[in-house]
């Protein structure tokens, strides 16, 4: 049984929801969407992928409205922005430093708050979600992530 664990916990963190082909993003980060229930516009500042699909995180009227794809409709046209370019994409493998020793994890989440890049991977098993309600993504600056070529 020791040996089922320690393959679970040295492996999870690369294999994500999505098996080895990332589904592609509805929206482009900071692309202009339009709300159709409210008449409304707003942009995409993030996006993570919870359960089975991506949730995109729309900027609408100052509020950060946490929607699926199907839920707002696509533009194609940027929000003029000075926020710089992120410094992982989606689905890049990072290297994370939780503890003893770096562990590494997947970027399955990307959100911009105030000019500024966050990074969305998972601290915990996927398996463990039973055990707590507490989310499974925690949210990290680039300057404690490492790129790894794999």
Known sequence: MINQITALESCWHISPWWGKEMHPLAVRMLEKVLLPI???????????????EWIYAI???NETLYLAEQEFHTTNVLEKSTVST??????????????????????????SLKDNWLYGVEWRSPTLE?????SRTIWLADVYLVNVSV
């Open 59 to 61: 900027v609408c009227q």
């Open 38 to 52: 409210s008449d409304l516009s707003g942009y995409c500042c993030g996006v993570e992928w919870s359960g089975q």
């Open 130 to 134: 039973e055990v707590s309600t507490q």
């Open 86 to 111: 992120p410094a992982f994409r989606l689905g890049d493998i990072v290297e994370v430093d939780f503890g003893e020793r770096p562990t590494r994890r997947i970027i399955q989440g990307i959100f």
